[in-house]
């Protein structure tokens, strides 16, 4: 053919598989099949059959309807093996059919076809006349090992499991064709030919061989374009090699890889990291979405420099995907544990990765000022949650915020001081209202669970390290929120008789009972002690809880030391109830949610009658 033509070819996989074919070592890895760390994913060989069958379900004794798989894009190479620029996934799964099929022929002692054999492996002579032997596909990367060899040679036994990603994924992928050739063409050998007949015969492809690598990276891109095909990580990692020289390609390929892997690490989707990227690190807004992201890196190559210097590019994305992995781990850039980022993970699930973009945007902030960052960001997102503020409009003010602080110097301490105040305290002052009336309402029925957890932990913690300083244990929000401690009704939910009449009225009431200021943080231990019982008994289990506010829900005389200690201060400074009722959890709820303004750092709104100045509950 003419070096300078474009040939696209009509193939079926019959014709395909008479050709050799390499996946290049910078490619990416095999990821059809692959399940995430929640064990999301995996349909895609699943749905290339079923597709494929429900079109050969329609075949007539006499003829049969073809069915188009897609497009791949080749590159010849000297040694007259196609380079696989574009389709490794199908035809990776395709080959891996093909592998299925004979092993399960020959399982079932039926005949193997020498066309099944051959589309699998041959000989190959070179224009020396030398014959060698070779696999149809051949997988370069170094994530693939010599996998496809053990399949391709009939050793599916022999593989193992627990290697590399794509080591994985091609067993998932090999093991679902075996279970499809089980379960829909019954294990019986003439339709498993049949299906054979027709995958090989009316299972088209197109290939589109290029002359040269740099012409099959456009056409790639070219076809996949928009968001058809593969998505804007994929479209953005072929953008990088069209433009690194030869010599940078196996440290690029090498960059990329650890970049993929990080992500897939830290359980995160590739597009949504790369959408926080984008956000922390460029001026943009809220309103760019995943689909839109392939467009913007090629209309703004001046900014981001992925063509003048691709490896560079490459490079600053790694390490802005292993920060990003600390972040979801509830670690700090440097990869120690970073308690207002964990904290974070706690109040609001670890779905809720906003606050990244602010984080990756502070990433170069010293250990003590990114700390405080982290710190102020958890008690502005437990803010923002608990008062119901839409994701979208927080997204939007940390957005702001971080185009603000990426330009704050490390060691301008005036002036991370003064964005701290500006973007986040203030953020907190501006939901006061919001803040009192959350709480003041809160109960286990418009709230979730892990949410009400967390508050009780974070108000509970602060009043022990407000009288007993910090420690080990006491500093790690963990130890309140894990299995060993309960949330506590204090009037149950299914109360004893004789508790419901201590109680008095509204004993039966569901606001009541559910609402913040009835529940408590005690230990497991302590709590299965006292079941449905009443008050006046349960009180004495409470006094010898070792969180503070619990031990003085009651009575604060048995938890003073002496006169003017931190602890004795703190104490006082506490409410207690000697009777449970409704006028009690109605107080009770008051002086949490003065605990969470105090915890929080969100003033109390402003009153408009003026009331008399307390000393009473207030705390030192």
């Known amino acids: 053919m003419s070096t300078k033509k474009i040939d696209p070819q009509d193939k079926n996989l019959k014709t395909l598989f008479q050709d050799f074919y390499r996946v290049p070592d910078y490619q990416r890895e095999y990821v059809w099949g692959e399940t ?22 329609n075949a007539t004794a006499h003829d049969a309807p073809e069915y188009f798989i897609g497009t791949i894009v080749v590159c010849r190479a000297q040694d007259e093996v196609f380079d696989l620029i574009d389709g490794q996934q199908r035809t990776t799964t395709a080959f891996l059919t093909l592998c299925a099929i004979r092993d399960a022929l020959n399982d079932l002692g039926a005949v193997v076809p020498d066309e099944l054999k051959s589309q699998i492996a041959a000989s190959d002579i070179n224009w020396q006349g030398q014959s060698q032997d070779r696999l149809r596909l051949d997988l370069q990367y170094e994530d693939a090992g ?24 091609i067993g998932n992928a090999y093991e679902t064709v075996r279970e499809f050739l089980r379960t829909t063409l019954a294990d019986d050998p003439e339709q498993i030919r049949r299906f054979y007949g027709y995958l090989t015969n009316k299972v088209k492809i197109i290939r589109i061989e290029t002359p040269s690598l740099a012409m ?44 993929t892997d990080a992500i897939y690490q830290a359980g995160e989707k590739p597009l ?26 090629q209309k703004n190559a001046t900014a981001t420099g992925h063509e003048r210097e691709p490896l560079v590019f490459a490079s600053r994305l790694l390490e802005a995907a292993k920060a990003y992995g600390n972040f979801a781990k509830g670690l700090n850039v440097n990869g120690e544990v970073e308690a207002g980022i964990g904290n974070t993970q706690l109040a609001g699930g670890k779905s809720i990765k906003q606050h990244f973009v602010l984080l990756m945007a502070g990433r170069h902030l010293p250990d003590a000022k990114f700390s405080k960052l982290a710190n102020e960001l958890e008690k502005t997102m437990f803010t923002w949650l608990i008062t119901g503020t839409p994701g979208k409009e927080y997204e939007r003010r940390i957005i702001e915020a971080a185009h603000i602080l990426r330009e704050i110097k490390a060691s301008d301490i005036d002036a991370f001081e003064s964005f701290l105040n500006k973007h986040l305290v203030a953020e907190r002052a501006s939901l006061s209202k919001e803040f009192d009336q959350a709480l003041k309402n809160l ?18 913690q602060y009043v022990d390290l407000t009288a007993y300083g910090t420690s080990e244990s006491r500093g790690r929000l963990a130890d309140y929120t894990l299995g060993g401690n309960d949330i506590e009704h204090i009037l149950a939910d299914k109360a004893e008789p004789e508790a419901r009449q201590e109680f008095g009225t509204q004993a039966d009431d569901q606001e009541v ?27 004495l289990a409470y006094a010898q809880s070792k969180f503070l506010l619990t031990r003085c829900q009651a009575d604060t005389t048995n938890a003073q030391v002496g006169v003017a200690d931190k602890i004795t201060s703190t104490v006082q400074s506490l ?42 509950g207030q705390f030192p």
């Open 36 to 57: 995430n760390p929640k064990g999301e994913g995996g349909e895609e060989v699943d749905q290339f059959l079923n597709d494929i069958y429900a079109e050969y379900e």
């Open 146 to 169: 010599s996998v496809l060899e053990i399949y391709a040679a009939g050793n599916a036994a022999q593989s193992k499991r627990d290697g590399t990603r794509s080591i994985r994924n």
């Open 216 to 259: 099959a990276l456009k056409i790639f891109e070219t076809i996949n374009d928009r968001g058809v095909g593969l998505d804007a990580m994929d479209l953005l990692k072929n953008l990088l090699f069209m433009h690194a020289k030869g010599d940078q390609f196996s440290k690029l390929k090498t960059t990329w890889k650890s970049l």
């Open 272 to 297: 949504r990291f790369l959408r926080y990227y984008m956000l922390a690190t460029y001026n943009l807004d809220g309103k760019l979405r995943e689909d839109g992201i392939y467009d913007w890196f």
């Open 443 to 460: 109960s286990t029925r418009n709230v979730r669970g892990y949410r009400l957890r967390y508050l009780l932990a974070k108000v509970t």
């Open 513 to 539: 009972i559910q609402s913040l200021g009835n529940l408590l943080l005690i230990e497991k231990s302590i709590n299965r002690s006292i079941s449905n019982g009443r008050y006046s008994g349960k009180v």
């Open 575 to 616: 409410k207690c109830w000697p009777s449970w009722n409704a006028t009690a959890v109605e107080e009770r709820q008051a002086f949490i949610t003065e605990l969470a303004q105090l915890v929080f750092d969100v003033p109390a709104p402003p009153v408009r009658i003026p009331t008399e100045s307390t000393t009473e």
